[in-house]
C-alpha cells in the first residue's frame, strides 16, 4: 500500500505563491503517476496537475502557466509549485497516487487547505 502526506497549505494573499508537498511511502515503486487535485465546498473534486514515473505531465486549463508540478525521486516526493494565486484557487487540495500493479486503484493524501485571500 501507498501512504500519502501533505504539507505546505495555508493562507496566501492574491499574487503570493504556495508550495505543497507531498511524501509517498509503502510500495512506492509500484506508483504510476502522481496528482494533485482540489476540491471546493459544494464542487466535484477536480484535477489539478498530475506527472507520470516517466516524467510526463499534464495540467488543468485554470492553473496553466500558474501551477508547476514536480518531483524528487530521492524524497519521494511531488510537489505543487502555485505561483499568481487567484481567490479562485482557494481548495482543499488532495494528493494522489495511481497503482495498477495488482489492479489499479488510486490512494489519497488527507488533504491540505489553501487560502487565497487579502
Known amino acids: 500500500q501507498v501512504q500519502l502526506v501533505e504539507s505546505g497549505g495555508g493562507l496566501v494573499q492574491p499574487g503570493g505563491s504556495l508550495r505543497l508537498s507531498c511524501a509517498a511511502s509503502?510500495?512506492?515503486?509500484?506508483?504510476?503517476?502522481m496528482g494533485w487535485y482540489r476540491q471546493a465546498p459544494g464542487k466535484q473534486r477536480e484535477l489539478v496537475a498530475t506527472i507520470t514515473s516517466s516524467g510526463s505531465t499534464n495540467y488543468a486549463d485554470s492553473v496553466k502557466g500558474r501551477f508547476t508540478i514536480s518531483r524528487d525521486n530521492a524524497k519521494n516526493t511531488v510537489y505543487l509549485q502555485m505561483n499568481s494565486l487567484k481567490p479562485e484557487d482557494t481548495d482543499v487540495y488532495y494528493c494522489?497516487?495511481?497503482?495498477?500493479?495488482?489492479?489499479?486503484?488510486?490512494?489519497w493524501g488527507q488533504g491540505t487547505q489553501v487560502t487565497v485571500s487579502s
Open positions: 494522489n497516487a495511481f497503482v495498477v500493479r495488482g489492479g489499479a486503484r488510486h490512494y
Open positions: 509503502g510500495s512506492i515503486f509500484s506508483i504510476n503517476a
